[in-house]
């Protein structure tokens, strides 16, 4: 992959916006990789193609090479509500996925269409607390949000968190989940190590939410629940050495794989950076997803650094005022 070109920002500041462009391109591979293997398990999927490691479509959508699901567009749609009033607003994002799910996507998930439904007919951007609600969902399209609040404190950062998230998902263990997983590539784009990211947000989760354990046992054929989907995330990220070789382990256990193959890419890709994304992943995305994931990761960027006071409090730029 190649650098962006014509930034005006300083080296520093060009190092954050290829991370995020990253972290962006890597989440619709994840989701283009991972639903040519949706809902097969581990087995059928070796069965079938040995490993699975190219992009070419199929599934049980019956998608084209390099078509994204609801993993993808649901992001883009709450980036641009972002863009759209500059700042984190509930009742914006709730349109922006009401008017999202009356385009027909391709995919969309139970606890999604019940919240945008309550939206639609209530007014009110938030679904009751529910103990049903601990899907995967919130985190699939969260990265807009770390990419946005990338300085902003950790309070802040996790009311735009759940701003967006109880949409459609109001439950601790789900909450939990997505801010660590903001956590993780906030700390990634600013270049902490692996080794940080372990001892700082996972550790942190785990110590509140010990049912995250994911070292006791692999975790294949992960489910939409948040805490099986991000088991199998953290493995695989923690477990490779580079972005291809997470992608691959990641989307080859089966179930979930679209999604957990493009929460896995948005904390890899923001963690090894864009020349680590392989060109034969990159080049075969749609070419309109990849182009409107290039430029929402800029723009939420440099938006978000343009930002003084985006949400309720004061920029904070030290990694210690970071959620951990």
């Not at 801010?179 to 906030?186: K, P």
């Not at 695989?236 to 580079?242: E, I, K, Q, R």
């Not at 997470?246 to 999604?259: A, E, K, Y």
Request: proline residues 3%; glycine residues 8%; contains cysteine.
């Amino acid at each position: 992959m190649g650098t962006v070109a014509d930034n005006p920002e300083s080296n520093k500041d060009q190092t954050l916006f290829t991370r995020a462009r990253a972290a962006y391109l890597g989440l619709a591979i994840g989701d283009a990789l991972g639903a040519t293997v949706e809902f097969m398990t581990a087995r059928e999927i070796a069965h079938s193609f040995g490993v699975h490691d190219k992009i070419i479509g199929g599934g049980w959508l019956k998608l084209k090479a390099g078509q994204v699901t609801d993993d993808t567009t649901m992001s883009l749609a709450l980036g641009q509500a972002i863009l759209q009033d500059k700042a984190v607003h509930a009742k914006t994002i709730a349109s922006a996925f009401d008017a999202w799910m009356k385009a027909k996507p391709v995919d969309i998930g139970n606890t999604i269409r019940r919240g945008i439904v309550h939206f639609r007919y209530t007014g009110i951007p938030e679904v009751p607390e529910s103990e049903h609600d601990a899907g995967n969902g919130a985190c699939m399209r969260c990265l807009p949000i770390a990419l946005f609040s990338y300085l902003n404190d950790c309070e802040q950062v996790i009311v735009a968190s759940r701003a967006q998230a109880h949409i459609t998902h109001n439950n601790a263990v789900s909450d939990a989940g997505v801010e660590c997983v903001i956590a993780m590539i906030q700390r990634a784009l600013a270049g902490q190590t692996k080794s940080e990211l372990r001892n700082g947000p996972v550790a942190s989760l785990l110590h509140a939410f010990p049912v995250y354990g994911f070292r006791s046992h692999r975790h294949e054929n992960p489910t939409g629940y948040i805490v099986e989907t991000l088991q199998a995330v953290f493995q695989s990220f923690f477990d490779t050495a580079n972005f291809k070789e997470c992608l691959i382990d990641v989307v080859n256990r089966g179930g979930d794989s679209d999604t957990t193959g493009a929460i896995a890419g948005m904390i890899a890709g923001s963690y090894y950076g864009l020349a680590a994304l392989p060109d034969e992943w990159v080049n075969v995305l749609d070419q309109g997803i990849r182009s409107a994931c290039e430029s929402q990761a800029d723009a939420l960027i440099r938006l978000g650094l343009s930002q003084e006071n985006s949400m309720s409090g004061t920029w904070e730029t030290s990694n210690e005022n970071r959620c951990t």
